[in-house]
């Protein structure tokens, strides 16, 4: 039985060897799948878009946070001074007064930023990366760059196994089989020879078409899963920027109610929205 494993792997090792090299020089075909590599290039440029807005949601939400300190700052020096100035004690007053607003509505409107930092993080870095993992073990069109380029074929091989590209490649080395022993003389060991390999393509086609129906699901999952996201996420985002720059403290206050965002307690060490910065 041992015996027989070992056979079998050496046989398959020889064969997707072989397949592997003759794409490489040239001489052989490789599957190609235009329509799901299209989205697959379309999920990667998408990916570093999202990274770029998730780049700048992050400088934003350091950016307010500086100014929100500030204002707060400038709240204190102003009831401070109105306390030590009686001649401007209302100006200072209604200063003070202007700043602690603005400083508390910066407060909610980074918890909303927040909220939409870590959303976008989580769909740019979990959800996307993990279809972009599945992709990786049906993807092909860029083994130079995985491997380093061509060395040993005993290497070449180790380093395809550890890839997880098997799937397509065996398809195609088993495919070429069957079709140089179809073109073949049909004597009686030719056509036993031709029903066995008949036989493992078509075990091999079913694992590869497994694979790139694994990938097509998780396709089409991330898309509706990225739409029901973003939607949500853009819309909180521009309520609560649109009603801070308004002055509108209600409609700020409000959009952190629709969204179920709850703002961390006063008097933390930390604020919430900057530890993932």
Known sequence: EKFDIVKKWGINTYKCTK??????????????????????????ETKRKYESVLHLARALTAHLYSLVQTQHALGDAFADLSQKSPE??????????????????????????????????????KTMEDTLMTVKQYETA?????????????????????AGILRRLEYDAYRTDLEELSMGPRDAGAVSRLDAAQSQFQSHKDKYEKLRADVAIKLKFLEENKIKVMHKQLLLFHNAISAYFAGNQQQLE??????????????AEKPSWLEEQ
């Open 88 to 125: 401007l004690q209302e100006e200072f007053g209604y200063n003070a007064e202007t700043q602690k607003l603005l400083c508390k509505n910066g407060e909610t409107l980074l918890g909303a930023v927040n909220f939409f930092v870590s959303s976008i993080n989580t769909l740019v870095n």
């Open 254 to 267: 409000q959009t952190l109610k629709q969204f179920n965002i709850k703002l961390k307690t006063p008097g």
């Open 142 to 162: 860029r083994w130079d760059r995985e491997l380093g380029g061509l060395r040993a074929p005993g290497e070449v091989w180790r380093q395809v196994s550890d």
């Open 19 to 44: 397949q592997l090299l003759s794409e490489r020089f040239g001489r052989g075909s490789r599957t190609v799948d235009l329509e799901l590599e299209t989205q697959i290039e379309l999920l990667r």
